[in-house]
Structure formats: C-alpha cells, structure tokens
C-alpha cells in the first residue's frame, strides 16, 4: 500500500519551493521520522512532518511523485514538542522551517545513509555495553545509589533558592553575586530531579564554548559516578562531527541525562527534558548571528513551557529583559526573581527573607526587598576609579594602580588586566602622509599584530605582512596608534622589569624571579588545548599578571587573583548602540567577578576602573556593586524613549555589490508596504502600529567586497510586528524579483536584534 508523506527538507533558498514536500512511502510512517529522500539531482536528509497534505508543495501529479530513498531505522522520531519548538522559531524568527529544522540536526546526521547510520548505532551500543553493562538503560543505571548520595551543605542564600525552586513553578531568574555560588545551585537542582526522576533529563547552557570544559569537569565529577560516564555530554560547535552525533544520539535516546552545550543545544532532541539552565543568561553570544538569528534564551524559556519543564536563568548581571521580566507580577512580571547577593564564605548581606522578590509582591514591598539587597554584599571586591585626566597624558597605568600591582607580586597574589580589543595595535599609521592599515575589502582598519608582523582584518580575515615603508609616500617610521592585548602584555612587562616574585629556592634566580605575565586572547588560544593549559598556568599560580579580552573576564574561577583593572573602558559610555551601557556594565561587573573570589583573600580585592569619566552614573553605580540602580536608570530612559523591552523591534539587512542598491531594495520594499498593504482588508489598524524607519548604511557597511544596509522596524505590540513581518515576506520577495533587486545578493529579517 502506498502512503503519502509530507517531509520537511532544507530546500535551496532560490528555488520557489517551500519547506513541506510530498513524497510516497510503502509503509505508514510517523511524524518525526529521518528519512532520506531524493531533491532534485542529490539525496537528503528530511523530517516526516506533522501536516496536512494540502500544505505540502511541489510536483502535483501524484504520478511523478518519488518516492522516500530509506528510512533512518535506530531513531526513535522525534517528538511532537520538538516539532512544535522548530515550529515557533521558524515563523518568530522569520525563517523557512526547513533550514531552522534541519540546521537543528547533528551535520553528520545529514550526511550518512540509513546503512551508515546503523552502523554507527551498533558501534554505540557495544561501547556502552562494554563500559558499563549494566547501565544500559536509563531505568538501570538510576538506582538506588543516587538516592543515597549525600548532597553537599548549601549556604543559607543558596538553600533558599534551591527551596523556591522546587517549589514554585518558575520560570526564575537567579540574581547571585560573582562568587555567590550559583554553579552549586544547579548542581543541586539537577541532582534532585534525577534523583526524584529515573528517566529525567537536564539541559545546561552556558555562552561560550570556552566555559563549557570547566563546566563539564564539575557536572561529571558529581553525576558520573551516579550515572556512568554516558549521563553527561556536550553539545557545541567545537565538537568534531563524529563527536556531535555521539552526544546528540545520547541525548535523543535518553542515555545522556544532562547535555551541557552554546546556543545550539536548546534544539538538542531530549524526550524527557524537565529542568533548562541558562547560565550567564544576559550574554550576547545566546542570540544568533547568522541563519536563523534565533535567541537561544527566549527559546529556552519558550520550550520550558511546551514541555512542562521548569527553566532557570542565572547571571550576576541580568540582561534588562529578563529582569524587566522578572519585576513582581502585580506590575506585569513573568518570572520569579531569586537573591543571593554574598559571596560564599562572606556573612550574608541580606536577611534571609528578602532573598527572593515574590511574584505577588505589593510596589512598595518590591522596592524595599531591592534597597536592601541593593547594598554592597560582603566579600565582593572594593572598587577604585582613577581619574585619568590627572595622570600623564600619555600614561596606560597610573602609578597608583602601578604600585597596587606591584603589593600584589609581592604578597604572592595575581592580578589581571582587562582590555577587551586584541592584537598590538588597532591602527598602523604614518606621521608623514596620514595613510592608515585600512582594509581594502572592508570599511575597517587591518589590525596590527607585533607577533608574526602582519596586517590583518578582523571582518574579512584578509592578512598582509606590515610594508617595510608607508605604501603612500615612502616614510619608513610607521609607527602603531592604540593599543591591544598584546601591547598591553609587552607595555606590563617593561613596567614590572625590576620586580621580582616572593624568593623562592632557586639558584638561576638568587633574588627572586621575574614577574611572569601571561596573555589569554582569541589569538593565543586558536590551538587545540592551549586555552585549557594556559588557564591550568593561571590556576597553579605560576602567573603573576594575566592580561586579556572578555575571555577571562566571565565565568572563570580564580583563586588567587585579587586585583582586577580595566585600563580603557570608556569608549562604549557614549555609543550610538543604546544598548552599549548594558553591555559595559555587564562586562565590568563580570570582570570585577574575578576578584576575591578565595573568601580568605576577599579583604583585600579591589577592581580598579581608569577613566577619563569618573563621575559617570554607570561607574557610581558599579562601585556600589549596585546592578539594581543601574538597571532601573537604564529601564526608565529606555520607557522614555520607547526602546526595548516596552517595544518590539526588528532589523532588515540587505547586502549588495553597491550600498545604492541595498538601499534602494529597502526603501523602495518599505514603499510597497505602506502601499500595498494598507489596501488589504483589515490591515489599517496593523499599520498603524509600524514604524519603518529610512535604511542606512551599517555601522562597518562594509566587509569582502559585499556592501551591507538596513531598516530598523519598530512596533509598541510583538504581535502586530510579528504580524507585520509574516506578511511583507512576500513584499520582499517580489521585490527582490524587480528591478531593485537586480545587483542584490542578500537580505533577511533579524527579529529582536542586539546590534544596530
């Protein structure tokens, strides 16, 4: 008997075909299935789908129909709520099914026929077999013992955080201090829900692929032992093909009871998933920045709801958002708000009852329970602001901040400076002619690097070794303008050249040793390994200066390091970005987070911020430690002037040969909308909650030769945006097929953007 299947394929983006493909099968098969199936001269991976055949499109003689070319055996088909989940980021973020849902899948999944792929399958199950027979199925290796290991001591702020969340039925927000233990709360949550559940499942995010290792050693060493080396995995980019389709089939199987992972992993098939974390959650590295420009955040809080799993954000720095989100719910909030505001190992700064903001808290009570936790914590390091306008004028450090350094060296102690711009130099000048290291394929300068003496882009990656002699007029004194990373490493150096470390017993240095200064950037760590060992050297403390970029300023633990100092922050205090403000007193405060962080040496950390603006609201506020007083300045200039979180927001690009036709693609689609559109019925009251603004060129218009513009659209209701956006798709395309979008390479829609 033959069945019709609609099957959801990555169609290619210039054919007039959509995601939903009608194919023929011998045998019922379920929605969710992988199959592979012919498309066009190639065969491919798709997903049998949960519609309607009138939604399917292509051949429409039911005589040329093909047939499905196998079926993926092995796979359980995924579920109903993960077809729901691609469903909504497709049409929320703008994007066709098909690329959101195949680009969910393992790459190597897409790749491998159904032999291949069975294959695969038996060699998994005889390595687990062979590792640990008698954790072969989930049920199994969940037994007794779990229940009988013993959970380590909490804090009085954690337990009343782990208290509500297993109580109260979230989504929460995890506001903890940098050092306030906020890893051991979702160690415990997710304990005691694998514990309680023998086939419960957990997903822990975190940012950056760099973060995940130290995470994974601290999830494996607690639940492996429980659960067999199998229960944890990871799931990011960095991974190996091979090692992707491991962790995914763990995860999809039920095997894998935690899957740790990037953004990526909130697509991650887990039937049984009942608790999502997402740890530094304000982070700009959840949202997308190419393809479906999707947040993993907001989708992690989206499926929590699909699937009845409770959803916890945790971030000493709260994206605006999430904590406008999680205000009391008399005043509209969404999400339970939880406190821990000290350090472990310092006396609690806040009453035990104030720890957590009640969703069915009163105005007045919301605001006493924030002016009391809004009150420097114990433990957290002293922040110091240096006026630099009284210091030399062409000095990096002030020699105060100089000799602070110095103390440290000689108490054994670390300290770390941050500059969050790699490199040598920003610019390669000449003093003759004025002629600057621009890149000839971008509207940007090639960046200096002393290392291997070159030029190179940081856009387009082009790279060109430094001329002899300035290209323009023949000066051989080219000299750097600025300062990165690695100019900052040799400038310390010199510095800290008559230093030497505490005596040791060593004959090569009688006196002691020279200070070692160590550089963490994405330039020192492009090498397999070399981030983990350069980070192992920081921890063993044979590292007396660690300088970097926002790298090391997030997530890490240091033990030793009680002096922290930004040397040049100041360029993003008066960025057109509105949203810079909130992103350098995130990255500041997270830096400060490294400080102190050994409760023994806590006294006497200090962070100390140079700057040409010591009076500025944003570091009165951060010497306070006071994110709540900063966010509620910051939330009330934003209702003001209508920018998210009280309006929706989405950005349309376009990249052309030439910034004219970019444009003129954009205006001329913003034209047709006004048009158009307001001739349909019923749509005048939609419009009238759209405001599409001129296109502009971007802020770096542009990178390899590709010319790049866009279009802000702004509306007070999501649902009258996401409205708006569905419906001129089909604007945009027939105007992609006019006249102004001959020259055009590209466009896409970027819901809910991070950067204009």
Not at 302 to 322: C, D, H, I, N, Q
Not at 674 to 692: D, F, S
Request: glycine fraction near 8%; charge should be positive.
């Amino acid at each position: 008997m033959t069945h019709w299947l609609c099957v959801l394929v990555q169609t290619p983006a210039h054919a007039a075909l959509g995601s939903l493909l009608s194919y023929r099968s011998e045998s019922l098969l379920a929605p969710g299935t992988l199959v592979r199936v012919p498309l066009g001269k190639r065969e491919t991976l798709g997903v049998v789908w949960d519609a309607d055949g009138a939604q399917a499109t292509g051949e429409v003689d039911p005589g040329k129909i093909r047939a499905i070319a196998g079926t993926l055996e092995g796979i359980a088909p995924l579920s109903k709520s993960w077809q729901q989940l691609l469903t909504f980021a497709a049409q929320y973020y703008q994007r066709s099914i098909g690329e959101v849902a195949l680009a969910a899948l393992p790459p190597q999944l897409r790749e491998l026929s159904p032999v291949q792929v069975q294959r695969r399958l038996q060699r998994g199950k005889t390595a687990v077999g062979k590792k640990n027979p008698a954790a072969s199925t989930p049920t199994e290796a969940s037994g007794s013992t779990a229940h009988h290991q013993p959970l380590p001591d909490l804090s009085r702020e954690q337990a009343r955080a782990v208290d509500q969340i297993q109580t109260q039925a979230g989504p929460f927000l995890l506001f903890g201090a940098t050092g306030s233990g906020k890893t051991e709360v979702y160690l415990h949550s997710v304990q005691t829900l694998l514990a309680g559940d023998p086939l419960s499942q957990a997903l822990v995010m975190v940012p950056e692929i760099n973060l995940t290792p130290q995470l994974e050693a601290r999830f494996k060493a607690r639940f492996a032992p429980l659960y067999g080396d199998d229960a944890v995995v990871s799931l990011h980019s960095g991974m190996t093909n091979p090692q992707r389709l491991k962790s995914w089939l763990g995860a999809h199987s039920g095997r894998a009871r935690i899957v740790l992972g990037t953004r990526m992993a909130v697509f991650a098939s887990m039937p049984q998933l009942r608790l999502i974390i997402v740890d530094e959650e304000h982070d700009p590295s959840y949202k997308s920045s190419e393809g479906a420009r999707y947040s993993a955040r907001d989708l992690a809080v989206y499926r929590g709801r699909l699937e009845g799993a409770k959803v916890l954000l945790g971030s000493a720095t709260p994206s605006l958002e999430s904590w406008h989100h999680s205000r009391p719910a008399t005043q509209g909030g969404r999400y339970l708000r939880l406190h821990m505001p000290s350090r472990i190992g310092a006396p609690s700064g806040a009453p035990i009852d104030t720890l957590a903001v009640s969703r069915d808290a009163t105005p007045a009570t919301a605001q006493q329970t924030m002016r009391t936790t809004a009150a420097t914590p114990e433990g957290l390091p002293l922040v110091r602001r240096v006026d630099m306008n009284h210091q030399h004028r062409n000095a990096v450090f002030s020699i105060p901040l100089l000799q602070a350094i110095k103390e440290r060296v000689a108490r054994g102690e670390q300290s770390m400076v941050f500059l969050n711009r790699r490199g040598y130099a920003p610019v390669l000048q000449c003093t003759d002619c004025g002629w600057k290291s621009e890149c000839p394929h971008c509207s940007a300068f090639r960046v200096f690097h002393k290392i291997d003496r070159t030029l190179r882009c940081h856009h387009c990656g082009f790279t060109e070794r430094v001329p002899r002699a300035c290209p323009t007029c023949g000066n051989p004194d080219i000299a750097p303008l600025g300062r990165g990373t690695e100019r900052l490493e040799e400038h310390v150096a010199e510095l800290l050249a008559d230093v030497r470390r505490p005596n040791t017993v060593s004959d090569a240095f009688p006196d002691g040793e020279p200070v070692r200064v160590a550089r963490i950037d994405a330039d020192t760590t492009r090498l397999k390994g070399e981030l983990q060992s350069q980070l192992a050297a920081v921890h063993a403390g044979d590292v007396d200066v660690l300088v970097g970029t926002q790298m090391i300023a997030k997530g890490h633990d240091f033990r030793r390091i009680t002096l922290v100092a930004a040397v040049n922050p100041d360029g993003a205090l008066f960025s057109s970005d509105f949203r810079a403000p909130e992103r350098l007193f995130s990255l500041l405060m997270q830096a400060a987070g490294r400080a102190g962080r050994d409760a023994s040496l806590g006294e006497r950390s200090e962070v100390w911020i140079q700057t040409f603006q010591p009076a500025h609201p944003l570091y009165a506020a951060l010497k306070r430690h006071d994110y709540p007083g900063f966010a509620t300045q910051q939330l009330q200039e934003r209702e003001q002037a209508c920018l998210p979180p009280f309006t929706a927001q989405a950005l349309v690009r376009a990249e052309a040969r030439t910034q004219e036709v970019a444009q003129a693609f954009l205006n001329t689609a913003s034209s047709a909308a006004r048009g158009e559109m307001a001739l349909w019925e019923g749509w005048a009251p939609v419009l009238e909650q759209i405001t599409l603004y001129p296109a502009v060129p971007m802020s770096i218009q542009r990178v390899a030769n590709i010319e790049r513009a866009q279009m802000l659209v702004e509306s007070p209701s999501r649902a009258a945006l996401q409205q708006f956006l569905t419906a001129w798709q089909a604007v945009l395309h027939a105007t992609r097929q006019g006249p102004e979008g001959k020259g055009l390479i590209r466009w896409a829609i970027d819901v809910d953007p991070l950067a204009i």
